[in-house]
T-cell receptor, first 112, second 113 residues
Framework: SQQGEEDPQALSIQEGENATMNCSYK?????LQWYRQNSGRGLVHLIL?????REKHSGRLRVTLDTSKKSSSLLITASRAADTASYFC????????????FGTGTRLKVLA | EAGVTQFPSHSVIEKGQTVTLRCDPI?????LYWYRRVMGKEIKFLLH????????ESGMPNNRFLAERTGGTYSTLKVQPAELEDSGVYFC???????????FGQGTRLTVV
């Protein structure tokens, strides 16, 4: 199955609330990246977290990585309507390939 | 600094025709990737260039797809002849090194009718 799997598949919240998305993967990784896709447009890079890091912040974004559980989470605080998008994680495996492997994505809807 | 640019943004072609997609990576990025998303499903890897060399083309669906990166700068992805199932959004990405941020372009939405 796919290396990365996000859950939930879809999430609907009110503006101002926090949104948490999770990503699980199967193999050892060098890093994990989170991306946002708005309305079928391009993939916007949000944050990269390396395998030796446990947490990173960027503005309203907080990403955690637990390599023992092979999982990552993306937290968006104080969500805005403009955060409505699909969010994907992409992992960079340590061996066997130099490609980034995407998860299935979480569709986030922030209601105004 | 310019990001990854893709051309065209949209393409509608008839089954059996040929289409060529172009990707200009970020200057100085040796790694260039092609991905596609079909019918809103997962984003699937197609191939990976390091400079002008194909590092991994295991995701290319079949021999109707041909990717090139002459001179190690821009890349083209040609689909010939196009089939209905080739419809989707084709993304290009580039990164300086494998273990660094990969930046994506806006994608080319290909519709085969």
């Amino acid at each position: 199955s796919q290396q990365g799997e996000e859950d939930p598949q879809a999430l609907s919240i009110q503006e101002g609330e926090n949104a948490t998305m999770n990503c699980s993967y199967k193999t050892s990784i060098n890093n994990l990246q989170w991306y946002r896709q708005n309305s079928g447009r391009g993939l916007v890079h949000l944050i990269l977290i390396r395998s030796n890091e446990r947490e990173k912040h960027s503005g309203r974004l907080r990403v955690t990585l637990d390599t023992s559980k092979k999982s990552s989470s993306l937290l968006i605080t104080a969500s805005r309507a403009a955060d409505t998008a699909s969010y994907f994680c992409a992992t960079a495996p340590t061996s066997g390939t130099y490609k980034y492997i995407f998860g299935t994505g979480t569709r986030l809807k922030v209601l105004a | 600094e310019a990001g990854v640019t893709q051309f065209p943004s949209h393409s509608v072609i008839e089954k059996g025709q040929t289409v060529t997609l172009r990707c200009d990576p970020i200057s100085g990025h040796d790694n260039l990737y092609w991905y596609r998303r079909v019918m809103g499903k997962e984003i699937k890897f197609l191939l990976h260039f390091v400079k002008e060399s194909k590092q991994d083309e295991s995701g290319m669906p079949n021999n109707r797809f041909l990717a090139e990166r002459t001179g190690g700068t821009y890349s083209t992805l040609k689909v010939q002849p196009a089939e209905l199932e080739d419809s989707g959004v084709y993304f290009c990405a580039s990164s300086q090194l494998y273990n660094t941020e990969a930046f994506f372009g806006q994608g080319t939405r290909l519709t085969v009718v």
